[in-house]
């Protein structure tokens, strides 16, 4: 019942004109690889910086869902949020979905110091904030879990700061998939 509402719902996201790129959505094939990920994982606790309508979400949370875990996502511009929380009940997730308002170090910092721990993390907001996310992650995510971040392609520029770090740091052993937007996916030593 729930597979019939998700698959209903992402693709009425994917068949209205314009509405994923418009919000910056990942493409079809990054949701479907984030999805796949998620449930290898058998990652019950999933972090996501970088909402947006709620695209990439769906995609983490019906993972979570087969699971048994949760996302937790944040997202500071409340318009699109809202549409996110719409989209997510529609495919009837809103018990996996926990959401988050605010500006994405903050939330993070918040996180850390209530000793909050994930063993899959996505990060797709703020392209030059990247290496505060991994740094402040650090702290939260145990010896195998994995962090996957997008956009370190069309946006390389903006995070050469997190892409020398990652790739130097003895804390993770990363690999660049070079897909059009192209992903960094790290895994915690
Ligand atoms: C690329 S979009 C996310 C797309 C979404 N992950 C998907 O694929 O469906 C980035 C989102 O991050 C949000 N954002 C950007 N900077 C942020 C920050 N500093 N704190 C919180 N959210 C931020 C933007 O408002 C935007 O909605």
Request: with cysteine; proline share 2%; aromatic share 8%.
């Amino acid at each position: 019942m729930k597979t019939m509402h998700f698959q209903d719902v992402i693709s009425r996201l994917e068949q209205t004109n314009g509405l994923l790129q418009d919000n910056w959505c990942v493409p079809r094939e990054t949701g479907r690889f984030l999805h796949v990920i998620a449930l290898g994982l058998k990652a019950k606790a999933i972090l996501e910086v970088g909402t947006s309508i709620g695209y990439s979400t769906l995609w983490l949370a019906q993972a979570a869902a087969r699971n048994g875990g949760r996302v937790d996502t944040l997202e500071y511009f409340e318009a699109r949020q809202q549409q996110a929380i719409a989209n997510v009940k529609d495919a009837g997730l809103e018990n996996t979905v926990h959401f988050h308002t605010g500006q994405a170090i903050d939330l993070l910092t918040r996180m850390q110091t209530q000793g909050r721990s994930f063993d899959l993390a996505f990060i797709d907001a703020a392209k030059q904030e990247y290496i505060d996310y991994a740094q402040l992650l650090q702290a939260m995510m145990p010896a195998g879990s994995c962090l996957i971040a997008d956009n370190t392609r069309s946006h390389r520029k903006e995070m050469l700061d997190f892409l020398n770090y990652m790739e130097h740091s003895s804390d993770w052993t990363v690999a660049e998939l070079e897909t059009p937007n192209g992903q960094l996916i790290a895994y915690r030593n």
